[in-house]
């Protein structure tokens, strides 16, 4: 019985009872006592009725199931996550820029706000080979090509599947196994499609897409000003592709190995909740390249949310507390990146970190560090690394990284 029920089976007694029972304390009262027992003594029997109810029929806290690699369990009965250090680098180790103002990229981020816990993934396309995710029914990916397309208005002319490792998958309702693959390529009358199995597409154009004159802008002579305006334009005219609500600019710009500013035109959902806007900035966007004329070159869509599953919201720490543990060792980086001084700290992030390779998603604190060279007094131009430290509070993980082991 809830509390509200309790209440109201202590409402019903009758209100003689009450008022004879405020007499009974009076001196003044003249009751016999036989007679004060009989009433009284029903009074006690309902309360003690109303008390056995209650805690009879009161509902069970529900217990959280234990997922984790280990089954330990925590303080909030979570299970325990293990941290992926098994996967190899990304492309973009280290990046330069002259400023930290161009390590700003439009993050919903930022240490005034209060986040207490924020959801931790399941990867269900993870794998362990370089290249492929897992496999799915050739139909599901023929259906993502095709939902694409549609969108597109453009015309599906023929489709190929990469079929990777594993030849198919058993379906248990009539006996038979379909065909599987982890990435299929179509070719359309615009341009090509390609769509893997963990939902990261890319469309290329045949031909550029004319862009309005207003928001056409090379490239190489982009400012970040400009760089924003093209983005919000991109993502208004194709944010449906992604079912965005409403779409954000995410816009950065790096240095190249060149000394040539690239600007990376990119965005996501912009849904209002603070903690669904940090995963979306991570977990579910759009990235655009335009040609050397400013017209649209090619599309790319990151859906990683379509490919997981949650496992529970976990408690996380604080930025200042990750810088501690930053400073402790306990972090990972990509590339052959030593830890400099963390005075040099110029920019910081929440983030999930996501890829094929990677068996849980969950948030990390992201420091971009300057690097101790002398290339910005040839150049102008400061290269940093990015080192990430676990979000999530430590009791929770498994194998806290430790950069020094």
Known sequence: MKSDKFLSAIGNIDDDFIEEAAEFKSP???????????????????????????????????????????????????????????????????????????????????????????????????????????????????????????????????????????????????????????????????????????????INFFQSVEVPEEYRYPPAEMNKVEAESVSEYLLEAYGSLLSFKNPKQSTSAVYDETGNLKWIIKGYDDVGDSKDEIINYSMKKMIFETDETGNLKSITLNDSLSSSRKIDSYPIISASAAKKLLKKGNYITFGDNPLPAIEQIENVNLVYLTGRTFETFLPYYSFDIRSQDTESETSGLAQYATYYVPAVKGEYISNMPNAAE
């Open 28 to 202: 003044q009262a003249k009751r016999p006592i036989r007679k004060l027992w009989v009433r009284y003594g029903s009074l006690a029997a309902c309360l003690l009725i109303a008390v056995f109810t209650c805690v009879h029929f009161w509902p069970a806290e529900e217990s959280k199931p234990i997922s984790g690699d280990n089954g330990q369990k925590t303080v909030l009965n979570l299970p325990k996550l293990t941290i992926d250090t098994n996967h190899p680098p990304k492309e973009n180790v280290t990046k330069k820029a002259a400023g930290e103002s161009l390590l700003d990229d439009g993050s919903p981020w930022s240490e005034t706000l209060d986040v207490k816990e924020m959801p931790v993934y399941k990867n269900t396309m993870f794998t362990a080979a370089e290249g492929e995710s897992a496999p799915i029914d050739e139909k599901e990916l023929k259906d993502q090509v095709e939902m694409i397309a549609a969108s597109l208005d453009a015309e599906v002319q023929d489709i190929n599947y990469d079929k990777g490792q594993e030849s198919g998958i058993d379906n248990a309702e009539d006996g038979t196994t379909a065909a599987t693959a982890y990435k299929a390529t179509a070719t359309t009358d615009i341009g090509e499609i390609s769509v893997t199995s963990d939902h990261h597409t890319v």
